[in-house]
T-cell receptor
Framework: DVKVTQSSRYLVKRTGEKVFLECVQD?????MFWYRQDPGLGLRLIYFSYDVKMKEKGDIPEGYSVSREKKERFSLILESASTNQTSMYLCASSSQGAGDTEAFFGQGTRLTVV | AQKVTQAQTEISVVEKEDVTLDCVYE???????LFWYKQPPSGELVFLIRRNSFDEQNEISGRYSWNFQKSTSSFNFTITASQVVDSAVYFCALSEAYNFNKFYFGSGTKLNVKP
């Protein structure tokens, strides 16, 4: 059974804290993604990685950074958490192809910044 | 510009009713892929279907069917004889030829199926 696993389902952090969200996939996928999901806005891409140590900004990268030191692991970092980063964060992975591949998602991390 | 539009924010139906979820997309590419995902209350998005731009044939899978019309840039999803377990948020998504590795998602439609 293929899997994308996010380290936490729920997280509460204080404003100004450095926050790490971890994601691991066991499908040997080249691509990994971090999305943010907010009501009425759907899924918005924060960062995308197509290979180890490679990353590309998505639509809303401000306030976030990422790390991909190993193929199976993709970390999202909030350098200094703010209340407007309270959201559901979804990690996904996909194989590189010609469009005939879907993304597989983790169960999501609901982050609350207080 | 919004590449994928799901105008229906929330739909409520009674069990056994048919329901159609709308998806309108925008792209300049002639080669692209369209997807539907289901997000149940547990949170994990589940892949339902993928369709490429050269295949306009409608697809049926059990109670689910999809209608792809390039002329109206739409990829609508119909659930026949809905069930309570169909209650979820449904997302439509697009990937384009110039960057197949990137997905654009709509804002989602929340479907409530009441017993």
């Amino acid at each position: 059974d293929v899997k994308v696993t996010q380290s936490s389902r729920y997280l509460v952090k204080r404003t100004g804290e450095k926050v790490f969200l971890e994601c691991v996939q066991d499908m040997d996928h080249e691509n990994m993604f971090w999305y943010r999901q907010d009501p009425g806005l759907g899924l918005r891409l924060i960062y995308f990685s197509y290979d180890v140590k490679m990353k590309e900004k998505g639509d809303i990268p401000e306030g976030y950074s990422v790390s991909r030191e190993k193929k199976e692991r993709f970390s999202l970092i909030l350098e200094s958490a703010s209340t407007n980063q309270t959201s559901m964060y979804l990690c996904a992975s996909s194989s590189q192809g010609a469009g005939d591949t879907e993304a597989f998602f983790g169960q999501g991390t609901r982050l609350t910044v207080v | 510009a919004q590449k994928v539009t799901q105008a229906q924010t929330e739909i409520s139906v009674v069990e056994k009713e048919d329901v159609t979820l709308d998806c309108v997309y925008e792209t300049r590419d002639t080669t692209y892929y369209l997807f539907w995902y289901k997000q149940p209350p547990s949170g994990e998005l589940v892949f339902l279907i993928r369709r490429n731009s050269f295949d306009e044939q409608n697809e049926i899978s059990g109670r689910y069917s999809w209608n792809f019309q390039k002329s109206t840039s739409s990829f609508n999803f119909t659930i026949t004889a809905s069930q309570v377990v169909d209650s979820a948020v449904y997302f439509c998504a697009l990937s384009e030829a110039y960057n197949f590795n990137k997905f654009y998602f709509g804002s989602g439609t929340k479907l409530n199926v009441k017993p």
